[in-house]
């Protein structure tokens, strides 16, 4: 059965550091892509990074771009790691598998998700 753990979140002050982390089960990993996504209190989900399923493409929201980095190790893991964060990255964040070809920052182009995990980043 395919599921996705999401971890690491939590409180933290501005200009700080968090990880997040991604446990994929079943068939997702090894052959799908990765996206994180986060969605605050009464706004949209937004794409916020991706990383192909070789892990040799990335992309990133320009709101997070040099801040946010995403990786993927051979453990069935995909991190994000994000410094210098900002009250506006306050969200829940979600990480999803993508198995269509192709990078994407539309969440209905993803096939699976995990149930998210907060970041508050206070100023």
């Known amino acids: 059965q395919e599921q996705l753990v999401e971890s690491g979140g939590g409180l933290v002050q501005a200009g700080g550091s968090l990880r997040l982390s991604c446990a994929a089960s079943g068939r997702i990993f090894s052959s799908y892509a990765m996206g994180w996504f986060r969605q605050a209190p009464g706004k949209e989900r937004e794409f916020v990074a991706y990383i192909s399923w070789s892990g040799g493409s990335t992309f990133y929201a320009d709101s997070v771009k040099g801040r946010f980095t995403i990786s993927r190790d051979s453990a069935n893991t995909v991190y994000l790691q994000m410094d210098s964060l900002k009250p506006e990255d306050t969200a829940v964040y979600y990480c999803?598998?993508?198995?269509?070809?192709?990078?994407?920052?539309?969440?209905?182009?993803?096939?699976?998700w995990g149930q998210g995990t907060q970041v508050t980043v206070s100023s």
């Open positions: 999803a598998a993508r198995g269509g070809l192709g990078f994407s920052v539309e969440a209905p182009r993803y096939d699976y």
